[in-house]
């Protein structure tokens, strides 16, 4: 799969979140997508998902195995997204909303309700409403049905927000696993840094352009303290 952006903007009213665009995403590979808030990070990753249209430039979307271009209104069959403000249906159970997303998506080899549930470790929770889960819990759900889905493209928005530091690691290794084991393409939005230094390329944003880019081994200290710890340092510095 490749996903191929050309000078693309979008804007809301007025204002330009972010402008004049182009990057390729291509598949096997995983990409990250940094910088400080405010920078388009979350609209860009909405508008590669079609969630959102752009405002200008275009966006086109080439299934390899299908060996055609995938028209904006079918992307969200080749695509995979999971975000802090992507809301599920909270009045379902698990197994409500696992049976829901069966009749949208195929599952990665195949899995089951009973692997689903023991795989983002909620069976406790099972007989439980999700509007009654913490944040987290709900997280786990959404990152769970959004990388078990069987599709060539996963994005993931701030993956690790709300999640307990020890699971951290073990969305990473899953996110690698499912990369070399399948194919797939990945596209991160994160500001975890550790996390950033597990993908293989990045692009660091800051207001609304991509200011910096390239594999992650030659990730700097100097783009590092610049794009991705601009707010930390703010902080620190007003108490200095």
Same mark, same amino acid.
């Given at each position: ?24 995403? +291509?598949?096997?590979?995983? $990409?990250?997508?940094?910088? =400080? ?8 990753? @909405?508008? %590669? ?58 599952? +990665?080899?195949?899995?089951? $309700?009973?692997?689903?549930? =023991? ?8 007989? @439980?409403? %999700? ?10 759900v ?57 993908? =293989? ?34 902080i620190?510095?007003?108490?200095k």
């Amino acid at each position: 799969m490749k996903i191929t952006l050309e000078d693309t903007g979008k804007k809301y009213n007025r204002e330009w979140i972010f402008r004049n665009l182009s990057l390729e995403i +291509k598949s096997p590979s995983s $990409y990250v997508i940094s910088g =400080s808030n405010g920078s388009g990070k979350s609209t860009l990753l @909405k508008t %590669i998902s079609g969630f959102e249209t752009p405002s200008e430039g275009t966006i086109s979307y080439q299934n390899d195995k299908l060996k055609h271009v995938v028209s904006p209104e079918l992307i969200y069959k080749q695509v995979s997204y999971a975000a802090p403000y992507i809301d599920v249906f909270d009045e379902y159970t698990i197994q409500e909303l696992f049976n829901f997303y069966c009749q949208l998506k195929p599952w +990665k080899n195949g899995i089951d $309700y009973k692997e689903f549930i =023991s795989i983002i470790e909620l069976e406790k929770a099972k007989e @439980k409403a %999700i509007k009654n889960f913490s944040s987290g819990m709900k997280q786990r759900v959404k990152l769970g049905l959004a990388i078990l889905s069987d599709c060539p493209i996963l994005l993931l928005d701030e993956p690790t927000e709300g999640i307990q530091p020890s699971i951290i690691l073990d969305i990473e290794r899953a996110v690698q696993r499912i990369i070399k084991e399948t194919g797939i393409s990945v596209l991160l939005v994160e500001q975890h840094l550790h996390f950033v230094k597990q993908s =293989s390329f990045y692009y660091a944003m800051q207001r609304g352009g991509i200011v910096s880019s390239g594999p992650t081994s030659s990730l700097s200290d100097t783009v590092i303290q610049e794009f991705l710890t601009v707010w930390f340092n703010a902080i620190i510095g007003h108490w200095k």
